[in-house]
């Protein structure tokens, strides 16, 4: 029934990424192994500050030694104020490998767990053209991207819900912006007038590539027309002979919003790009892969980093960091 | 109990515009002046075909005659396909008075009723800049803008859930466009990760009216910030120490929301507008001065038209024109 038996001796510490609809776990070994997995849908929204520890035990409870003390690290909205404990932002700018720094230990009742929330990001208004805009969790990825390469520099892109553009700098990160692509992309599918229209995303079918990139393209020449262009897609799902039937249809549509909503995104991003650069996508496959077309179709080169891999790599950093700093008791 | 008595020997015909989520019904005159008013919170979501009579009856019963068929005048999306029965659309360009033309006869069984239903307006995307767009309702308004002036040309914007811009010349329609504005911010303020920052939107709390006009002329100026600046709002709630607290706080940040919503639909419909022309504004007092502040704060010129004057023109124009026609039976 326990894991504990086969990771002792192997199991050096916990990574977490606890968003707000859910957690992510990894067993690691000191080299860096990932030992085994486990999550939960228990996010920082359904949680009071009290139900923490039981959902994390309720994860990886299996993990844990007889003896001795497990260190977590974790990183995401369990930092919040509305959190477990507040892990207060760090300002940008600021270094990516000081995150331990702002760290801070929630009280724990187990005697088998070490736990430490790091911090997110603030950035506050100035003349070098920031503005209010916060982060939580992707900071770690972003940490984790500068430990696997001390090199990286320029724009780096963190597709999702709440997509963020930040852009490094020698070890730090300088901006960061965030669009509500993701959010934006499930409220009109599902909740507005569009519902009607918009199918199964699924970018195998046969014009969704096209229809994708084509809108891509519109918004990113006019974003004022953005807005048109939404009810548009209903409008086409009324009155277009030329559209195909059924599953297709509905795909076909979700193809055209999807890249409605991206190249919204990429529109207000490309403002920040200086010629020639190379955006540094870090995320899921499928995700990046989307992104990588629609800034090939605006005729802007991108690389791919693993999201999973950037993220184990932040905590580590920060579980590094922690052996010699001592976090907020 | 009955008002029929009341309205005996003045009532001619009855108004009404039955839209997607209620309907209003006006009692009619021969002289074109309201004797009483009605309504209902079932709209064309609520209904199937076979509900609309007993609708109908439960909201203008008490004004039906004892003898004789009464004209009742229908708009918006009752003729939808999904609605009574349709009315197909009219394509655009068109002349607004022939809006009779594309009416049709729903089966009533009630021998006291005569029903009407008027077509809505289509169009197809062109080499003279239309595009995919519908509109159900709108079209008799504007018509009824003609019937009162039959001078009006130029842009005309209806604000709403989905605000239309049209441009009328000599009497027709010439093109229109719908901007989902009202129905973006529904889902942002209240379905959205903004929900835990918008607040009642009260326009008579100070500093709203400097918010909102600052964030018309922000996204007027830049649409393709559109998005980060509504992550922006939440951001801001979080670091910004200059905001009001309590109620106040919601209140301004519901403004600057509101702004950035209707500055990205201005920006769009500036693009269609020749120097100095003046947009018409056709709809409730309160929503057309907003639009008004902002159009004036791109240094747009504006009037306005009463929404119910106008869609009571057009229905009237309808009726007096199906006095002549007969429409499809």
């Known amino acids: 029934m326990s894991q504990a038996r086969e990771l002792a001796g192997r199991l050096a510490w916990v990574g977490v990424d606890w968003g707000s609809s859910n957690l992510r776990a990894w067993a690691m070994a000191g080299d860096g192994q990932v030992l085994a ?6 996010g920082m929204l359904s949680l009071a500050p009290e139900d923490y520890e039981a959902t994390l035990l309720a994860t990886i409870g299996d993990w844990l030694p007889t003896e001795g003390r497990l260190p977590v690290r974790v990183c995401g909205m369990a930092g919040a104020r509305q959190g477990w ?5 760090l300002s940008v700018p600021t270094r990516l490998d000081e995150l331990a720094r702002g760290a801070v230990r ?10 430490v929330l790091l911090p997110g990001l603030c950035q506050q208004p100035d003349d070098a053209g920031r503005r209010f805009d916060v982060m939580r969790g992707e900071e770690t990825q972003l940490a984790g991207l500068i430990a696997r390469e001390a090199e990286a520099a320029g724009p ?18 300088t901006h960061f912006a965030t669009f509500l692509t993701g959010e934006l992309y499930g409220l009109l ?3 507005s007038v569009l519902r009607h229209s918009i199918g199964d995303d699924d970018p195998t079918e046969p014009g969704c590539r096209e229809a994708f990139v084509a809108a891509v393209q519109e918004v990113a020449a006019a974003p004022e027309a953005f807005s048109p262009r939404l009810f548009g897609l209903r409008a086409q799902d009324l009155l277009d002979g030329g559209l195909p039937t059924g599953r297709a249809r509905g795909a076909r549509l979700a193809a ?6 991206i190249g919204l995104e990429l529109a207000g991003a490309r403002a920040t790009l200086a010629e ?5 996508l870090v995320g899921a496959e499928a995700l990046c892969t989307r992104y990588a077309l629609a800034l090939e179709a605006l005729g802007i080169d991108s690389r791919r980093v693993d999201g999973e891999a950037a993220v184990l790599a932040g905590l580590g950093l920060a579980h590094a960091a922690l052996a010699h700093h001592s976090p907020t008791p």
Do not use: F, M, N
Request: charged share 30%; net charge neutral; proline share 6%.
């Open 156 to 173: 780096v892109c963190l597709p999702g819900t709440h997509a963020k553009w930040a852009r490094l700098e020698a070890g730090a990160i």
């Open 256 to 261: 055209r919003l999807s890249g409605l909503v």
């Open 189 to 191: 599918a599902r909740q």
């Open 276 to 280: 020639d650069e190379v955006v540094t």
């Open 85 to 89: 404990r507040e892990a207060a932002y």
């Open 106 to 115: 929630p009280t724990v009742e187990d005697p088998r767990l070490d736990v």
């Open 37 to 42: 997995r486990a999550g939960s849908e228990r």
